[in-house]
């Protein structure tokens, strides 16, 4: 078992991803988590550590929140934004059972609903919504520190199902650009997720 990031470990034999939780080793599916896959398809930047401030934008049941939550530890917090009243109570519970974590229910559209959520580290944004990219860059503008990072799980059907998918990506990365922001790395997440890109970039201005 290697550890490649911060908290985050590789068995080579296996080819299974792990997060520490406490004393145990907790098993990462990249079937069930957008981080996951980027990092099984050769993440080389994870802006997400120890002590990292994040604000993760769709949060759904919090599969991905429990191990960003391993990955901080408790110096670290990860608030995070959903819509859905139907998935937020298992979140709740996971919230529960994990201090670093704040469950907010709330419109990630509308960043005033929760202004009171501090400057972060890192945006982790994952909303099957055509509007996402302008939706990740508006919450950045509020709540990113300069030079801080914007990570974005991109689902191309949900944004234009006429154009093919890495249309949808480079008119994606063209967006954060024109907005301040410079692209690290585009990770194709087939085929854990078919149509997804997880793009990396960094506020510079």
């Known amino acids: 078992?290697?550890?490649?990031?911060?908290?985050?470990?590789?068995?080579?034999?296996?080819?299974?991803?792990?997060?520490?939780?406490?004393?145990?080793?907790?098993?990462?599916?990249?079937?069930?988590?957008?981080?996951?896959?980027?990092?099984?398809?050769?993440?080389?930047?994870?802006?997400?550590?120890?002590g990292s401030k994040i604000l993760y934008l769709g949060a759904s049941t919090g599969t991905t929140c429990?191990?960003?939550?391993?990955?901080?530890?408790?110096?670290?917090?990860?608030y995070g934004i959903e819509f859905s009243e139907r998935v937020i109570y298992q979140f709740l519970e996971l919230a529960e059972k994990r201090k670093?974590?704040?469950?907010?229910?709330?419109?990630?559209?509308?960043?005033?609903?929760?202004?009171?959520v501090e400057i972060v580290d890192v945006v982790y944004c994952d909303l099957a919504q055509p509007d996402e990219i302008e939706i990740a860059i508006r919450n950045s503008?509020?709540?990113?520190?300069?030079?801080?990072?914007?990570?974005?799980?991109?689902?191309?059907r949900s944004i234009d199902v006429t154009k093919e998918p890495k249309e949808i990506f480079e008119e994606s990365k063209e967006k954060l650009k024109n907005s301040g922001f410079e692209i690290k790395e585009v990770i194709i997440l087939e085929p854990y997720?078919?149509?997804?890109?997880?793009?990396i970039s960094q506020k510079i201005s």
Request: charge should be positive; hydrophobic fraction near 40%; glycine fraction near 6%.
């Open 1 to 50: 078992m290697g550890e490649i990031f911060e908290n985050v470990f590789l068995d080579e034999k296996s080819k299974k991803l792990y997060t520490k939780y406490e004393n145990s080793y907790r098993e990462w599916d990249p079937y069930r988590s957008k981080l996951a896959a980027a990092i099984i398809k050769g993440l080389k930047i994870m802006p997400i550590k120890q």
């Open 66 to 78: 429990s191990h960003i939550s391993d990955i901080i530890g408790k110096n670290g917090i990860v």
């Open 100 to 116: 670093n974590i704040v469950p907010i229910l709330a419109d990630a559209r509308k960043p005033e609903e929760y202004y009171w």
């Open 141 to 156: 503008n509020i709540f990113l520190k300069k030079n801080g990072y914007l990570m974005i799980a991109i689902k191309a």
């Open 193 to 199: 997720e078919e149509g997804h890109a997880m793009v």
